[in-house]
Every structure is written in structure tokens, then in C-alpha cells.
């Protein structure tokens, strides 16, 4: 019975400290959403589900042979995207690499249209001809999807270049993984944008792996912010698990950009929930580093957030999950029942039409003509 008695009194402390660690967690986690409007948060929890719905359907599609090509999915990501697209304005322009399909979601693009994009349709975003990697769409400020690595920073630089010289109020954001930023195009965007104070954020989307290789063994600075002190330019590095992180420090950022045209280096540190693409099955991660990804999943740690305090119960938590569900869905029945391109249409968006002194030169045609 003394036995019993000695066993049972640990216990119960256990359970008192448990309920004080719970207490203690719910008011922090009240105490960090103060000020934020319940609906907007919701918002939020419902968009990064809608993301993470929309690429599981995308990798179902893939091993469907829907889906063509190359395609990279923003598993993990979801609290660094929309965090950053609630940073911009509808007139800001937006360049990503190919890991595009939750900015353009979250940039204003139906799900529908991204959907019919992986799935080649002419429904797309870029009538079918893009697929995953290649996005694009002007009324949305999305100018690319880029499937070069840092194809998209030279371009960026010259859209803000662009603005600049025109006088405009837009802010340019360029996204890239961390492999980016060993390319010389990074380099000398970052250069030639801090030189001539151009409105461009660049943000690194740090998930520590390029492909397969560590930060730490790609990159002599493995803190990426930090290589944009060598252009006297801002540089930070924030959690991209946490979306109200990346949505205040780039909301900074994008407006201190957009009056004073000072460009700043963001960097993003999240986690990759899948592999580097959709066909890639990552046996070069350890049990470990699966375990610290699956532990810092930004959707299931916001939802939890938002229950403990009280922005959500249950129920409303399934709501919401059960309507981005059925709009991942919706998407899908929309991509199959579009229509495939006609073949003939295959050039009409490789060239600008009307272009310079009026002349459309195919591939096959000579580069000069003789009389």
C-alpha cells in the first residue's frame, strides 16, 4: 500500500505540471496572436491548407502520368509563401523558381488554372505550354515559374530597373532556394541592385538541402543572409515555419523598398516535408532529419496554435480543412475537363508579337537572305 501511495503522488504532480505547461502554452500562443484579427488567421490556416491539399493532389496527378515534366512541389513551405504573398500589393510583381504552384495560389491565381497548367491544359495559366515549372501571368504579377536555377534573378532585377525608371510604386520580389545563391547571377543581381537602389526583395527559401547536398556543405557562408553584407545591402534571416514571421518582416522590407527603392536580402529557414521533386525519394536524408521536418510542419503546428488559443476548436479546424479539400478537388475535375492545345498553337507564345522592325523568325529559317 506504501508502495502504491509513493507511486501515485509523482504521478499527480505530473499531471499538475502537464496542465500548467498546457495553460502556459495556450496564454503564450494568445499572447503572440494579439492585435491579429481571428478571421484573418483563419484565413491564413485555410490558404496553407489549400496549398498542402493542392500539392498532394499534384503528386497524385504525377504518378498518374497527368502531369509531364519536372515537378517540385512546396510541401513544407506553405507558411513561407503565404506569409510573403501577404506581404505584396496586387500590382507587385513576383519572379519564383520552379517551385511556384502555392505562390501562384496565393498570388490571386485560380487553383483551377494551376492545376490545368501541370496538367498541360489550355485552361493553364500559360495556355498549357508551361507545365509545373513555367507559370506566368500578368494580371496577377506573377512573370515566372523559371526552371533554370537563378534564371529568374536577372530578370527580376530588370523588372525593378524597370519601375524605377518609370517612377512606379511596385516592389519586385525574387524567390530562390538556397542552391541559388552559389550562382554568379545572384551575385551580380544583388551588386547591380544595391548599386543603382532598385525596389527588389530577394528571398532565399532556405530547407537546407540543395537537392540532395547540405547548406553547410555547398556554402562557404552557410548563413545566407548574412552574403548580402558584401553589397552593403539589408540582409535577415527569419523562421519560415511561421507565417506571421514572414509576413511581417517581408511587409517591412517590401514597403521600406517601396520608398526608398533599397533592395534587402530575406532569408527564409523552413523544412522539405518530400523530396527535391515529386520523382525524387530522398534516401540521402536520415531518420532524424525526417523526424525534425515532420516535427516542424507549419500546417499542423499553426492549426494546434490556433485551438490552443481558441482562434479555432475542432470542429472549425475540419471546416476548414474539408473546404480546401474539396477546392484541390475542384481543381483536379477542372484540369481533366479541359482541353488539350492544338499542336499548331505550339509557337504562338515563343515569340513577342508584334516584336522589333516587324520580323518573326522561326527556328528553321535562314539567318540571313541573299539576293
Request: aromatic share 8%; glycine share 10%; charged share 25%.
Amino acid at each position: 500500500m506504501a508502495q502504491t501511495a509513493t507511486r501515485s503522488k509523482p504521478s499527480t504532480r505530473t499531471g499538475a505540471t502537464k496542465a500548467r505547461r498546457s495553460t502556459s502554452a495556450r496564454a503564450a500562443e494568445r499572447g503572440r496572436f494579439t492585435g491579429e484579427s481571428p478571421e484573418l488567421l483563419r484565413d491564413y490556416f485555410y490558404e496553407m491548407t489549400l496549398i498542402r491539399r493542392f500539392e498532394e493532389r499534384a503528386a497524385q496527378g504525377y504518378t498518374q502520368a497527368k502531369i509531364g515534366g519536372y515537378c517540385h512541389l512546396n510541401l513544407g513551405e506553405e507558411a513561407s509563401v503565404v506569409g510573403l504573398m501577404r506581404s505584396l500589393r496586387k500590382t507587385d510583381l513576383l519572379f519564383t523558381n520552379y517551385r511556384e504552384h502555392g505562390y501562384a495560389i496565393a498570388k490571386g491565381i485560380e487553383p483551377g488554372r494551376v492545376m490545368a497548367e501541370l496538367y498541360g491544359r489550355t485552361t493553364g495559366t500559360s495556355k498549357g505550354w508551361g507545365g509545373s515549372m513555367h507559370m506566368f501571368d500578368v494580371e496577377a504579377g506573377l512573370l515566372g515559374g523559371y526552371g533554370i536555377v537563378g534564371g529568374q534573378i536577372p530578370l527580376a532585377t530588370g523588372a525593378a530597373l524597370a519601375i524605377d525608371y518609370r517612377s512606379g510604386d511596385q516592389v519586385v520580389m525574387c524567390q530562390m532556394g538556397d542552391g541559388t545563391t552559389n550562382i554568379g547571377a545572384f551575385h551580380e543581381a544583388l551588386n547591380i541592385a544595391a548599386l543603382w537602389n532598385l525596389p527588389v526583395i530577394f528571398v532565399v527559401i532556405n530547407n537546407q538541402l540543395g537537392m540532395g547536398t547540405t547548406v553547410e556543405k555547398s556554402s562557404a557562408e552557410s548563413e545566407l543572409h548574412k552574403r548580402a553584407s558584401a553589397y552593403r545591402m539589408h540582409g535577415e534571416r527569419v523562421d519560415g515555419n511561421d507565417v506571421l514571421a514572414v509576413r511581417d518582416a517581408a511587409s517591412r522590407l517590401v514597403e521600406q523598398a517601396r520608398e526608398t527603392g533599397r533592395p534587402a536580402l530575406l532569408e527564409l529557414v523552413s523544412e522539405r516535408l518530400k523530396g527535391h521533386s515529386v520523382v525524387d525519394p530522398g534516401k540521402y536524408r536520415d531518420e532524424e532529419s525526417m523526424e525534425k521536418a515532420k516535427q516542424a510542419d507549419p500546417v499542423a503546428n499553426f492549426r494546434a496554435e490556433l485551438i490552443n488559443a481558441g482562434v479555432l476548436d475542432e470542429d472549425a479546424a475540419v471546416e476548414i480543412e474539408t473546404k480546401a479539400q474539396a477546392e484541390a478537388d475542384a481543381a483536379v475535375a477542372f484540369a481533366d475537363d479541359s482541353p488539350h492545345p492544338d499542336v499548331e498553337t505550339l509557337f504562338d507564345y515563343t515569340y513577342a508579337t508584334p516584336v522589333a522592325n516587324d520580323s518573326r523568325r522561326l527556328p528553321a529559317d535562314p539567318l540571313f537572305v541573299h539576293n
